[in-house]
C-alpha cells in the first residue's frame, strides 16, 4: 500500500509564499513522476506542476514563474514552493504519485492541503 502525506502551513498572505511537501511511502518499487493538482471550490481538479523521475518538468500556465517543483529522489519527497500568491490559488492542493511499470503505470493521491490566501 502507498500513502502520500502532505504537509505545508496553509494561510498565507496575499502576495506571500508557501511551501508544500509530500512524502511517499510504502511499496512504491519505483517513482515515474509527482506532482501536485488543486481543486477550488465549484472547479475541476487541475494540474498545478509535475516532475518526472528524470527530472523533466511541467507547469500550468497560471503559476509558471512563480510556482516551482522539485524533489529528492532518495526521500521520495515533492516539494512546491509558490511565490508571489493570488487569491485564485486558494484551493486544495493535491499530490500525485506515478509508480510502477511504464507499460502499466499506478498512482496515488494525498489527502489535500487546504491553502488559503488572505488579502
Known amino acids: 500500500q502507498v500513502q502520500l502525506v502532505e504537509s505545508g502551513l496553509g494561510l498565507v498572505q496575499l502576495g506571500g509564499s508557501l511551501r508544500l511537501s509530500c512524502v511517499a511511502s510504502?511499496?512504491?518499487?519505483?517513482?515515474?513522476?509527482m506532482g501536485w493538482y488543486r481543486q477550488a471550490p465549484g472547479k475541476q481538479r487541475e494540474l498545478v506542476a509535475s516532475?518526472?523521475?528524470?527530472?523533466?518538468?511541467d507547469y500550468a500556465d497560471s503559476v509558471k514563474g512563480r510556482f516551482t517543483i522539485s524533489s529528492d529522489n532518495a526521500k521520495n519527497t515533492v516539494y512546491l514552493q509558490m511565490n508571489s500568491l493570488k487569491p485564485e490559488d486558494a484551493a486544495v492542493y493535491y499530490c500525485?504519485?506515478?509508480?510502477?511499470?511504464?507499460?502499466?503505470?499506478?498512482?496515488?493521491w494525498g489527502q489535500g492541503t487546504q491553502v488559503t490566501v488572505s488579502s
Open positions: 500525485k504519485l506515478n509508480y510502477g511499470a511504464t507499460i502499466l503505470p499506478l498512482s496515488a
Open positions: 510504502g511499496n512504491i518499487f519505483s517513482i515515474l513522476a
Open positions: 516532475i518526472t523521475s528524470g527530472g523533466s518538468k
